[in-house]
Nanobody, 123 residues
Framework: VQLQASGGGLVQAGGSLRLSCAAS????????MGWFRQAPGKEREFVAG????????HYSDSVKGRFTISRQKAASLVYLQMDSLKPEDTAVYYC?????????????????WGQGTLVTVSS
């Protein structure tokens, strides 16, 4: 199973972007999905997660209220709507499929990772 993340780019602070993650096969329809990010010189961190059925969305404190995760189950697509972007949101964003039906904030709970898409927020 391959995950393909897209939608990154350069945006000014206060702007919005929507990231998409497409799975090569529908096997991920029964798995929780998550978004992580890694800024230069920093460790990868959890951003948002969502359960197999689109329920139980949860977020890191740093993005809560600004980012929204959703999924289109039938098409094996997961989205991350990012609003009110800040320069500190600059990072490579990765989508990942969890081992279980529910998402976790722990990277070790994910077995499949996309290649990442770069988001750059200018001040």
């Amino acid at each position: 199973v391959q995950l393909q993340a897209s939608g990154g780019g350069l945006v000014q602070a206060g702007g919005s972007l929507r990231l998409s993650c497409a799975a090569s096969r529908r096997i991920v329809s029964n798995n929780g999905m998550g978004w992580f990010r890694q800024a230069p010189g920093k460790e990868r961190e959890f951003v948002a997660g969502i359960a197999w059925d689109g329920g139980s969305p949860h977020y890191s404190d740093s993005v809560k209220g600004r980012f929204t995760i959703s999924r289109q189950k039938a098409a094996s697509l997961v989205y991350l709507q990012m609003d009110s972007l800040k320069p500190e949101d600059t990072a490579v964003y990765y989508c990942a499929a969890a081992r279980s039906a529910y998402a976790s904030s722990e990277a070790s709970a994910y077995t499949r990772w996309g290649q990442g898409t770069l988001v750059t927020v200018s001040s």
